[in-house]
């Protein structure tokens, strides 16, 4: 996307804060912080409880 963007005269941003991996591993965070999408054992889908 990054080079169509460039193409098209369209300046792409990128901005980062934090580590998104070592956040989501946190034992201490009781809840989900990203969306986590689940499959259950009987192709159910659904998603992790999030705190937002």
Not at 13 to 31: C, E, K, M, Q
Request: aromatic residues 4%; contains cysteine; charged residues 20%.
């Amino acid at each position: 996307m990054t080079g169509i963007a460039q193409q098209a005269g369209i300046e792409v941003v990128r901005v980062s804060t934090g580590d998104i991996r070592a956040d989501a591993l946190d034992p201490n965070h009781r809840f989900a912080s990203m969306p986590l999408f689940t499959l259950g054992p009987n192709g159910e889908r659904g998603m992790a409880r999030r705190q937002c």
